[in-house]
């Protein structure tokens, strides 16, 4: 009895998965990561008596947008889907009568009979189909229950000290990677898989997370008051500390980050403040600028000393005597420092060097009075060139060797070439303004 009922359950069960399925998903709830799809049987329907975790040769699957769909055969994903519209599936291993030739779909039946009544008319096989959630899951609300250390950076001032702040805000992610997701998250699961089973992990590595992502933000020199105008760089810092745990253990990926405010103790506040102000003494105008001020408070104040102005005005030259230092001399530093730091100027294009050492653009040298160098060289009838041949008598320019004449008293060496070191007439030293 028991083989014959084998037998006729495997014929029975064969017969029945000859239909072709249409499996589809309604709309997932933004609370619903995955599900199971739904093989549609209507009142019209003769697919009833049909397994449902068999898919058919050539069943059709739709794909909506903001979904993924994966086929899974007895465990492991055979197929995959992201592109919305309708799959049809012609790779299946359980065949049907109504794909494909109907000689060979004939003979792979009685096959799938043969190895179903081995199982005792049982399948033998598990496939299913699987909708993952890809759009952006939304309100996922965070808190730091513990403050968080921040390094305040401002390497302009020199400030470089540890406050802790305190946020709050929403964060959204999506699932990047479905396949990743299915095999390391939800797994075979008999329904739905919701966000439920995994917000607390992601919320409680969200807040671990914060730490490099902030340190990421405090290299970049932001300070903790400009830290919710920088979102993009908070998500991308986000993502790259979250890389190992979401994107490469479960396939996901951070979208969006929204502060809703970020606070820090009011003793952090006043040390920042109290750095902020120390440091700009560093700059000596501003020291200046700032014992001015001081200065004008105290003249103020001593011009009402119960005592008399006088008793004031006293008592105040006695302090600033006591001090050391006054405005004047840190303007002083303070322009010393501007013109060391200023960029050094590339002289002008028509600049020329006198035989004083002053550079010079005009005509005259402002400090001994000489004319500027004649350019080109000087012709033996005395016209001053620049071309190969004198424009005067027509003579050949001279070889390329500098020729010399003093420009003190005009003595002129026999060999205009080569030059003494000093003029014998009047001891000058042959230079580059001696060039004629």
């Known amino acids: 009895m028991g083989l014959i009922k084998a037998a006729l359950g495997a014929a029975g069960g064969v017969l029945a998965d000859q239909w072709k399925e249409f499996f589809y998903c309604e709309a997932l709830p933004a609370n619903v990561l995955l599900c199971k799809g739904q093989k549609r049987i209507t009142s019209r329907s003769s697919n009833t008596k049909g397994n449902d975790n068999i898919i058919s040769n050539g069943s059709g699957i739709a794909v909506a947008d903001g979904q993924c769909m994966l086929i899974v055969e007895q465990g492991k994903i055979v197929e995959f889907c992201a592109e919305p ?3 049809t599936w012609n790779s299946s291993t359980e065949p049907s009568i109504f794909t494909g030739s109907l000689g060979t779909s004939i003979l792979d039946t009685f096959k799938a009979i043969g190895k179903r009544f081995t199982y005792g008319g049982d399948t033998g096989k598990d496939q299913r189909v699987y909708y993952v959630n890809t759009k952006e899951l939304l309100d996922n609300k965070f808190g730091t229950a513990t403050p968080i250390p921040f390094r305040v950076v401002d390497s302009r001032i020199g400030l470089d000290i540890d406050v802790s702040l305190r946020c709050n805000g929403m ?16 797994g075979n699961v008999a329904s739905v898989y919701t966000r439920e089973q995994i917000d607390a992990q992601l919320k409680t590595e969200f807040i671990s997370a914060l730490q490099p992502a902030f340190a990421k933000l405090s290299d970049m020199e932001i300070r903790p008051n400009q830290i919710i105008s920088h979102n993009p760089d908070l ?4 993502n790259e500390a979250l890389s190992k745990k979401w994107g490469e253990l479960r396939g996901l990926k951070v979208v969006s980050v929204a502060l809703g405010s970020v606070t820090l103790p009011e003793e952090d506040q006043e040390l920042i403040k109290t750095a ?3 440091a700009m003494y560093k700059d000596p105008t501003m020291a200046a600028a700032t014992m001015i001020g001081a200065q004008a408070d105290a003249m103020k104040t001593a011009a009402g000393n119960t005592a008399g102005a006088m008793t004031g005005f006293m008592g105040m030259g006695m302090a600033m005597n006591a001090g050391g230092v006054n405005a004047q001399d840190l303007f002083a530093m303070g322009q010393a420092q501007a013109a060391q730091s200023a960029p050094k100027t590339a002289p002008a294009a ?8 002053a550079v ?12 500027k160098p004649a350019a080109g060289w000087t012709c033996s009838c005395g016209a001053v060139n620049k071309g190969k ?7 050949k320019k001279p070889a390329d060797a500098p020729l010399y004449k003093c420009d003190k008293c005009g003595w002129e060496p026999e060999d205009p070439a080569n030059p003494p070191k000093f003029c014998p007439e009047c001891g000058d030293i042959f230079n580059d303004n001696d060039i004629r």
């Open 85 to 87: 519209g309708e799959f």
């Open 171 to 186: 964060y959204s992610y999506r699932i990047a990677d479905p396949i990743l997701f299915y095999t390391s998250v939800a």
């Open 235 to 238: 998500e991308a810092a986000m």
């Open 276 to 278: 902020q102000k120390t």
């Open 350 to 357: 028509d600049a020329w060097t006198c035989s004083c050492g």
């Open 360 to 371: 010079m653009t005009g005509k005259f040298c402002t400090e001994c009075g000489k004319p």
């Open 389 to 395: 041949f004198c424009s005067e008598c027509g003579a």
